[in-house]
Structures are given as C-alpha cells and as structure tokens.
C-alpha cells in the first residue's frame, strides 16, 4: 500500500490545474516578470521532489512524529442532539501543533526549501498561525525566517508575535495599504522579488500564482484523505456533507479536494458575512464578490467598481481576506461546492456551544463552519453525517471573544 | 497608432537616447498631473509613464505606495487617468504616453472598453505589471485591434528562452528591469548591464528601455550608455510628493528633468563626437 504521502502526492482525482495553472478560467500567474523564473524554478522542484523516496519518506515521518498525525474523527453527540438531525462528526485538525491545519502546509514547502538549498523562508501571516507554523519548521530545519504582518494585526494578536519571536522568526509590521492580511502578502511578494537567489516563499493558503494553489491544497488534502478512510473505517459510509470555513480556503480545500469524484458527498464552503452579506462589513468573496485578479491569480475577490481591492471585515482574524483561492472559484462556477455566509454572530454562538457541548474550544474561522453544520444538520436524516473540519483551536480568541462579552482579562 | 516608434527612429537619427519619466496619475493631487506631463514634455522627456493607481501596488517600493495611496484618496479611477490623457492631448499631439498600472483595475473597465477608450484619449501604450505574456491573450487582441502598444517587461531573472518569447508579443519597446526588487530599490549596479542588454538584443530590433534605481543624472548616463532609453519613476515621484500644490509640482517636475536631459545630451554629443 502507498504511504500516506505518495497517496498525497498522486493525482488520480482531478486533471486541475491545467500546466499553465489554470482552474477553468481561475487560477494562472499574474505576477511581475522577476518572479516567472522563481516559480518555474518552484514548479520543477515540487514536480522533482514529489516524486523523490527519500523526500516522501521525511514528510511521511514528520507528518506521524512531528504534527501528530492523523487527526482523529470525532463524533459530537451533544452537538447532534442540539442540531436534531444529522450525525456531526468533526476532524480534529484543532488538536495540531500550533493550533491548526497551517502546520500541514509548512513542513512539506519547508522540506521543499531545504531540499532546493534555500537557506531562507519568509511567509505572511494575518491572525499570526501561519506565521506560527512557518516560524516553527523554519526553527527545526536551521533556516532564517521573516514573517510579514500588518501593523493592524501586530497590535491585535500580540502573543502570536512573540511566539514567532522566541521561535528566532523576524517579524515585520506592514504599514501600507489597510495594514492587514492582504498588505502582509503583498509585503512578502515584495521581499521575494527582492530576495528570488536564497529565499523560499511559504503562502499560507490554496491563493497566488501557480503553483502555489496546487501545492498548498497538495499538502493539506491529507485531511480529506484521512478523513475520508476514517470515514469508511468508522461508519462504513462516505459523509453526506463535508463543511468547512474558508478564507483563502487551505482547510477547505484539503478536506474537499480528496472527495471531489465522490459525487454524492455534498461540499459547502463557509465564508465570513461578518455583519451581513448585505453591508460592506464581510469577507465573503465568493457568495458576494466577483472574478478578478489579485495577489498573482485569477479569482472572485472583492473590490469597487473602479477595481481597487476593499477592506474586509470578520469578527475572525483568518478568514479577513478579499480574495479565495482559485480552486474554489472554479468549485463554485462548476456547481460542485456550494459556498455561504455565517455572520460574526452566528459563529460566536457556535463558539459558545461548542465550548458548553463538546468541551472543544474551537477557532472563530473553525466556528463559522460549526455553525453552518448545525444548520445543514438540522435539514437532515439522523442516518446521514455531515463532516466537519475543525480546522483550528480557540486559544488564541480567548481574548477577543472576552472582549466582545465586555470581560476585562 | 502609437507614437513610439516614431519618437525612437528620430532620437535614433540624432543619437539621443530617451528619456522616460513616471508620475502616478493623479498624485500629487488630480489637477497637477496634466501640467505635470506638459512640462516634462517641454524638458525633453520623450515618451511619459502614467501610473493607473491601485490599492495593492506589489511590484511597487513604498514612495510609489503612498503615491497610489494620495490618488486613491482623490478618487482616480481609470476613467480619470484617461480624462487626464484627452486633456493632455489638447495641447501636446506628440510625446506619447504609457498608461502603466494593475490588472484588476483593467479586468474591471474591460479590456475592450479600455482598448477603445485609450486609443479615443491618445493613449500609445499599455504596461500591466502582472500581466506577463503568458495572461495576456484578450487584451492582447484588444490593444492590437485599436493599434495600441503593449509593453513587457524582462528582469535580470528571465531566462533567455523566455527572452525570445517576450520580444515576439512586446511591441514600441522593450522594458527592462535593472534589478532584482521593486520599483525605488537602493541604487543598482549598472556596471554588468551590457551583457544582459546584448543578449536581449538578439532577440530583437525593439528598443530597450532600462528602469528601476536610476534616480539622477549621473545613473541615467551609465544606463544610457547601453539603453536606448532610460526610465525614471522613484526619484521623481518621491520629489513631487513635497509640492504644497499644482505650481510647485510644475516647477519640481521641470527642474527635475532638465538636467537630466541635458547631461544625457551631452554625453550623446560626445559618443556621436567620437565615433564621427
């Protein structure tokens, strides 16, 4: 039987993307003409490496001895009961280190770097658990790491920023733009162009130029890929439903994508409505944006009609994103994912219920996926399941959901 | 029909290598630009880059950042930037202009919209910073339909097979980007830039413009020893920004390319010196 990683890095499942990148009419590289090389030179290795005993053989090991895996699946019973329908059963990607699925997707590249002799990583990092992760392989394999941040973030999750810190990561304050997540990426885009000879760019997420959506949602479907063999183990059955939070959609692309052929899996993407679909104040690029290009790819986003990128808002600092990566886009437009909104209310309520029913303190991204799960649940036969990817733990909104109570710490 | 075959063949003829100078449309402040392009016309600048501002500027270093940051403040938006070609054209037919920017921006006016509009205002020339030749098919058919230009750019990066891919879609001229890092980056050295220029050059007869760095006289001169063009946007852009208003912006633009121009004049008159 194949390893864990050869199963990973095969591509039975979907002919995408196409060489060139494309998803469909999504996906692509739209970048400066500086980094075309470096991303040829990415392509070949990742292509190279893949296929490499020796290299599947370390990611395998680090994936069971160093993150833990697999994740088990867990069936919520109280929460069950309270959504009346459904069986809910969720994938534990919250009890990874780190707190979240952002680890899967840090030892491959970092691996990859290692392998290419970069000596250098740099990442971006909004709520700081992708900074986390990168900072964490960067420390074991002895590379330097640069984090880069906005300044807006910094201030609001400053125990993340000293965890990058005492983990030897450089974090950087990005003063431009809204000084967030996107201005973090177009921070780090910048230090690459700057820095191609010796450094390797760890995107956080299924978004930016090819082939970083393939590789990113290559590394992460060993949640679906566990998941799905749990599944049969467990119950014997495929789930009815998969649902999953999606910013530029990491998690839910690797929990998705190994079940793409299973057609009668139902797939539904959660994205942050904030304060409503119907105000300015959300994330939600694919119910409520609409095709175009940013960060290096060709996808839904969100932007005015003179095409300049909005601010978004969500009450989770991880799915604070105007873009999605390209492989959703094109599960929309094809029908074969379905993509909602879950406003900051509905996840916090789910927050607080999971918390009270399960003894799970989940993350706010992770919160809008339960909440939609709940509802689905509810519109279910008890003999049908719905799966969901409780893509990360709650340590780090402690203090924002104490805050929104208007409890001082 | 874009200009800027026209303005190469006669700086040809004379020797002179262009001048090429970049302003954000629209910074500082919406009324300034048109004079701005005037006077930089009338110092000798022979073609003009006009920056379409976007909010997510990633090829950009921050004095150009905070420029798209000031226009986007004022409001300019792709329809403005080609306001300010149309107004521009009323009183200068010759000097032709680069609209320089995004593609989101673009996507969003269309690409057919834009290719009509831009040649209606006089626009000569399109450089879309990530759009490399391999995204750029419809706009591509768009601007050759409306006789437009399109620009590419070739980093110390690219490799010689995608060099000679390059030169056979670019059209006007040929940019090359002097350095490895976004525009306004620390001084570049221009020392071993003939080569890559040379080689670039077997693979076409399209004049090579040289940017990124070059921020003065004395920079200008040692790119124009081996360009055919030289491109300064950072330095001008960073000046501009301390103009209290429209006249200052004039008189800055101005007093900025004048001797610039006339120290790559001078060094023009000398090489053709030696040669006759």
Not at chain 1, 154 to 182: F, P
Not at chain 1, 203 to 222: C, E, K, L, Q, W
Not at chain 2, 261 to 272: H, P, V
Request: hydrophobic share 45%; aromatic share 6%; glycine share 10%.
């Amino acid at each position: 039987m194949a390893t864990p990683a050869e199963q990973l890095f095969s591509h039975p499942l979907t002919d995408f993307p196409d060489a060139q990148g494309h998803f469909g009419d999504f996906g692509g590289t739209y970048v400066a003409e500086t980094l075309m090389a470096s991303l040829e030179e990415l392509r070949t290795a990742y292509e190279r490496w893949r296929q490499d005993p020796e290299f599947i053989a370390r990611f395998d090991a680090d994936l069971s001895r160093y993150v833990g895996r697999p994740s088990p699946l867990y069936f919520a019973r109280r929460l069950t009961e309270h959504a009346g329908g459904a069986r809910i059963v969720l994938k534990r990607e919250d009890l990874n280190p780190t707190g979240a699925h952002k680890i899967n997707n840090t030892v491959g590249p970092a691996l990859l770097a290692h392998h290419m002799g970069k000596k250098r990583v740099i990442a971006e990092t909004g709520a700081g658990q992708h900074g986390v992760a990168s900072a964490t392989v960067a420390a074991r394999l002895g590379m330097e790491c640069v984090v880069y941040m906005g300044a807006v973030d910094v201030q609001r999750q400053a125990i993340n920023v000293y965890r990058m810190r005492l983990l030897g990561a450089e974090v950087h304050a990005v003063d431009s733009g809204s000084k967030t997540l996107k201005d973090a990426l177009n921070e780090a885009l910048r230090d690459w162009v700057t820095n191609v000879d010796n450094t390797f760019y760890i995107i956080g997420t299924v978004a930016g130029p090819h082939p970083y959506p393939m590789m990113v949602r290559d590394f992460n479907s060993v949640i679906g890929r566990e998941a799905r063999r749990q599944m049969i183990a467990d119950y014997d059955t495929l789930p009815d439903a998969l649902v999953a939070c999606v910013g530029g959609g990491s998690n839910a692309m690797g929990l998705f994508y190994p079940f793409i052929p299973d057609e009668g899996v139902a797939m539904y993407g959660v994205e942050a409505a904030g304060d409503g679909i119907d105000t300015d104040q959300h994330a939600a690029s694919l119910c409520a944006g609409r095709p175009g290009v940013l960060h290096g790819c060709r996808t839904y986003l969100l932007d005015d009609d003179g095409g300049q990128i909005t601010e978004t808002h969500s009450v989770s600092a991880g799915l604070d994103y105007p873009g999605v990566g390209p492989e959703h886009s094109w599960l929309k437009d094809t029908g074969r994912a379905q993509y909602v909104g879950i406003s900051d209310k509905e996840a916090l309520d789910a927050f607080h219920l999971l918390c009270r029913l399960e003894g799970i303190v989940p993350a706010l991204e992770s919160s809008h996926a339960v909440a939609y799960a709940i509802k689905l649940a509810a519109t279910m036969r008890p003999d049908q399941t719905v799966l969901v990817n409780l893509s990360g733990r709650g340590d780090k909104d402690v203090h924002t959901v104490a805050t929104l109570e208007g409890i001082e710490l | 029909m874009s200009r800027i075959p026209a303005v190469f063949d006669a700086l040809k003829q004379s020797g002179r290598t262009a001048l090429i100078p970049y302003v954000t449309a629209g910074d500082p402040g919406v009324e300034a630009t048109v004079p701005v392009l005037l006077a930089m016309a009338e110092q000798g600048a022979d073609i003009l880059e006009l920056g379409i501002p976007f909010s997510d500027p990633m090829a950009d270093g921050p004095v150009i950042q905070k420029a798209c940051e000031r226009a986007l403040e004022c409001g300019v938006d792709l329809s403005q930037v080609l306001a300010m070609v149309r107004e521009f054209r009323e009183q200068n037919q010759d000097t032709p202009i680069v609209l320089m920017g995004y593609m989101n921006p673009i996507e969003r006016y269309g690409a057919q919209r834009l290719a009509k509009d831009a040649q209606a205002a006089g626009v000569d020339a399109l450089l879309i910073v990530d759009l490399p030749p391999e995204e750029a098919g419809v706009l591509r058919q768009e601007l050759a339909a409306a006789e437009l230009d399109e620009i590419f750019l070739v980093a110390p990066t690219t490799t010689d097979a995608r060099c000679a891919v390059i030169a056979e879609k670019a059209s006007g001229f040929i940019y090359y980007v002097a350095l490895k890092g976004v525009t306004g980056a620390g001084h570049a050295d221009y020392s071993g830039l003939a080569e890559p220029i040379n080689q670039l050059r077997r693979h076409t007869d399209l004049p090579i413009g040289v940017g990124f760095g070059i921020s003065d006289a004395a920079s200008a001169c040692e790119v124009a020893a081996v360009a055919d063009a030289v491109v300064i946007g950072t330095s001008l852009v960073d000046q501009l920004s301390q103009a209290s208003d429209k006249a200052q912006a004039v008189a800055i633009a101005a007093q900025f390319i004048a001797p610039i121009r006339a120290a790559l004049d001078e060094q023009s008159q000398l090489k053709t010196a030696a040669s006759g």
